[in-house]
């Protein structure tokens, strides 16, 4: 089993910028997808972004497109998300989430099986 720890929330003024990281321990696969997903109060959890461990696909949910870019370091085990012009919306709790099966999507989240702890963005306005 994969353990996943986010960092890098934190608080932050509208159009400000934020990167959070994913760590990953044990093997990942290049079969593998890791997402970012976050719930804001209230709210549902809701897909972000995601990328494949190997190639340079990358899905993301409109609402971010344009503003945020999910990449990753393979060497580190790492996943990144870099949130730029930060809206009062994007408030919430951001998971990471490790999708191991080759099938499925990449936007639900039934579809992801390991999770990390989640890391808090508050943006201010």
């Known amino acids: 089993q994969v353990q996943l720890v986010e960092s890098g929330g934190g608080l932050v003024q509208a159009g400000g910028s934020l990167r959070l990281s994913c760590a990953a321990s044990?093997?990942?696969?290049?079969?593998?997808?890791m997402g970012w997903f976050r719930r804001a109060p209230g709210k549902e959890r809701e897909f972000v972004a995601a990328?494949?461990?190997?190639?340079?696909?990358?899905y993301y949910a409109d609402s971010v497109k344009g503003r945020f870019t999910i990449s990753r370091d393979n060497a580190k085990n790492t996943v990144y998300l870099q949130m730029n012009s930060l809206r009062l919306e994007d408030t919430a709790v951001y998971y990471c989430?490790?999708?191991?099966?080759?099938?499925?999507?990449?936007?639900?989240?039934?579809?992801?099986?390991?999770w990390g702890q989640g890391t808090q963005v508050t943006v201010s306005s």
């Open positions: 989430a490790l999708r191991s099966r080759t099938w499925g999507t990449y936007y639900s989240s039934y579809d992801y099986a390991d």
């Open positions: 044990g093997r990942i696969f290049s079969t593998y997808v």
């Open positions: 990328i494949r461990w190997s190639g340079t696909t990358t």
